[in-house]
């Protein structure tokens, strides 16, 4: 059964940094787009950021650019997630995802064929 488990959320001061972790287990395919969408209270979903596992081509939303680094471990299945320079704006749930088809030009809930179960990221003083 394939799986994708997060692991790093938490509370940290704005300026903050957090990493987040991705882990895939029981996947039919080698290679997938791996990412991290987010939802805050009373907001829609939105896609942060991801990685191809096959060619390492990397795709970012503009409001994480400079501050998020993803990066991918095949060795160990694994895709993080660094987030630097945190702001209360930044606080949500963070969700891993997979998609199948191998294009980072759009990174959307509907591209998704795996999800998750969500990790939380607050970022207070």
């Known amino acids: 059964q394939a799986q994708l488990v997060e692991s790093g959320g938490g509370l940290v001061q704005p300026g903050g940094s957090l990493r987040l972790s991705c882990a895939r287990s029981?996947?039919?395919?080698?290679?997938?787009?791996i990412g991290w969408f987010r939802q805050a209270p009373g907001k829609e979903r939105e896609g942060v950021s991801c990685?191809?596992?096959?060619?390492?081509?990397?795709y970012y939303t503009n409001s994480v650019k400079g501050r998020f680094t993803i990066s991918r471990d095949n060795a160990k299945n694994t895709v993080n997630l660094q987030m630097n320079s945190l702001k209360p704006e930044d606080t949500a749930v963070y969700y891993c995802?997979?998609?199948?088809?191998?294009?980072?030009?759009?990174?959307?809930?509907?591209?998704?064929?795996?999800w998750g179960n969500g990790t939380l990221v607050t970022v207070s003083s």
């Open positions: 995802a997979a998609r199948i088809v191998n294009y980072i030009g759009t990174w959307n809930t509907g591209d998704v064929n795996y």
């Open positions: 029981g996947f039919p395919l080698n290679h997938y787009v």
């Open positions: 990685i191809s596992t096959l060619d390492g081509s990397i």
